[in-house]
């Protein structure tokens, strides 16, 4: 079955660092997510990207936060100076009309 | 505003016993249900989802879920349950169109499951 494959699984940065958060969707999905789970929190939308542009976004996602789809198969999060805050899971996810979505098995960010 | 509301944070149950988590969304059109299980450290499984039709939605690893618009609520069952079963459930209500594949989901926070032997 196709998977969201999310990289690194864990990455530790220093705080006031640049991260990039790298997500390969599933080939055929149109639709692309990125959510965040603080520890013992429940799962929050951050932004959607559709047809090469951000669709929607959630107060969270705010200048700091940035999202690429640099080729055919890539899709990024960066955020540009992290926070100790900013510690969570990410998730992406990607979906297509009629399949629902599929999400990845994340990324632990941890700001140090 | 769109919303969901798992009432259980934690809930215990014994090997073989029956099991329903409650869930309760607000939403002001037709929405887009679904249930996703999260063991420690992993990513979110999708158990089940109800775009239409029949209200009672049959998922994998034996979960089912029951639509009931008068009562807002999608509740999950498992008749049995194993020990393989303790993770953390979200259920998530989507905006989307098309099939709820398209805008953002909105999650619960989680009902942990813990199995006694």
């Known amino acids: 079955e196709p998977e969201v494959t999310q990289t690194p699984s864990h990455q530790v940065t220093q705080m006031g660092q640049e991260v990039i958060l790298r997500c390969v969707p599933i080939s055929n999905h149109l639709y692309f997510y990125w959510y965040r789970q603080i520890l013992g929190q429940k799962v929050e939308f951050l932004v959607s990207?559709?047809?090469?542009?951000?669709?929607?976004k959630s107060e969270i996602f705010d200048d700091q936060f940035s999202v690429e789809r640099p080729d055919g198969s890539n899709f990024t999060l960066k955020i540009r100076s992290t926070k100790l805050e900013d510690s969570a899971m990410y998730f992406c996810?990607?979906?297509?009309?009629?399949?629902?979505?599929?999400f990845g098995s994340g990324t632990r960010l941890t700001v140090v | 505003a769109q919303s969901v509301t798992q009432p259980d944070i934690h809930i215990t149950v014994s090997e073989g016993a029956s099991l329903e988590l409650r869930c309760n969304y607000s939403y002001g059109a037709t929405p887009y249900l679904f249930w996703y299980v999260q063991s420690p450290g992993q990513g979110l499984q999708l158990l089940l989802k109800?775009?239409?039709?029949?209200?009672l939605v049959q998922g994998i690893k034996g979960f089912e879920a029951e639509f009931k618009r008068s009562q807002s609520s999608f509740n999950l069952r498992k008749p049995s349950v194993h020990w393989s079963d303790a993770a953390e459930y979200f259920c998530a209500v989507g905006a989307g169109v098309d099939g709820g594949s398209q805008g953002n989901l909105i999650f619960g926070k989680g009902t942990k499951l813990s199995v006694k032997p």
């Open positions: 109800y775009f239409s039709g029949d209200t």
């Open positions: 990207f559709y047809n090469n542009e951000i669709s929607e």
């Open positions: 996810a990607s979906s297509r009309p009629g399949y629902g979505y599929t």
